[in-house]
């Protein structure tokens, strides 16, 4: 997806109204402000930050001392159009940016996939290393193989992860899962069909690779707000779900 321009653009197009991501953006707010009551001064870091919604979200909210690197140039252009701090940096090196600044929270949402065991480890050892005292790191990845589908492809993905990989990322950088949770889980047989269905087509030649792109796309008011509705549900219920597309930690 680094050198995909038209994801970038999907992205930066719905980022701010999606469901999905909303959801996301509400699930980080929700543990820094936990943590961090009403305190707005704190720094905050959101590595691989993609096209900057959840900086802007950030933003928004008060959270003026945040700030974002991506690989990507095309990331980096359009979170310049938003009017955010966001510059060059590699989940690979993330010592290299802005070497020496430590931060209270570090953020790193759907980024990791892109690199293997030992690269990952590394990149929670150096978000350690970078971490104020009284700090801690969230973590989104998709989970679950069952999910994979044409989204994967688009974005480059060759794997989805379970809890018990991030346990063991977790201990070998010398952090702790403090929190977690698999989500959406009350949407995940519509979209387990979903995928399968994308998996069918993709084995039968129905979609060829050329035509592939994400699931990055607004549905319209009407399903987004039901979507929206049912997993904002779900947070209150079952603030801690034992299956989902998508898996979120807090890690200190």
């Excluded at 959801?23 to 009551?37: A, D, G, M, S, T």
């Excluded at 509705?229 to 801690?240: A, G, M, Q």
């Amino acid at each position: 997806m680094i050198n995909n321009r038209a994801e970038y653009q999907r992205m930066f197009e719905v980022e701010q109204k999606l469901w999905w991501y909303q959801i996301l953006h509400e699930k980080v707010l929700y543990q820094i402000k936990r943590h961090f009551k009403k305190n707005k001064e704190i720094t905050i870091l959101d590595a691989a930050c993609g096209t900057g919604g959840l900086l802007s979200f950030f933003q928004t909210n008060g959270y003026r001392q945040s700030i974002g690197f991506d690989y990507s140039q095309h990331a980096i252009e359009f979170s310049k159009e938003r009017n955010l701090n966001v510059s060059f940096g590699d989940l690979k090196n993330v010592n290299a940016f802005r070497e020496g600044q430590t931060f209270d929270v570090i953020c790193c949402n759907d980024a990791l996939y892109f690199l293997d065991d030992e690269e990952i480890i590394n990149a929670l050892k150096s978000f350690k290393k970078r971490l104020n005292t009284d700090g801690f790191i969230l973590i989104n990845i998709h989970a679950h193989e069952a999910f994979s589908g044409t989204h994967d492809v688009a974005v480059g993905s060759s794997r989805r992860f379970v809890l018990r990989d991030f346990a063991g990322y977790a201990k070998a950088a010398g952090l702790k899962i403090d929190n977690h949770t698999y989500w959406p889980f009350f949407l995940s047989l519509p979209i387990w069909l979903v995928r399968k269905w994308q998996r069918y087509q993709m084995r039968s030649g129905k979609i060829k690779n050329d035509d592939l792109h994400s699931d990055v796309s607004y549905p319209g008011n009407f399903i987004n707000g039901i979507l929206k509705t049912i997993t904002d549900i779900e947070n209150v219920f079952l603030p801690t779900a034992p299956f989902g597309s998508s898996l979120f930690l807090v890690l200190k």
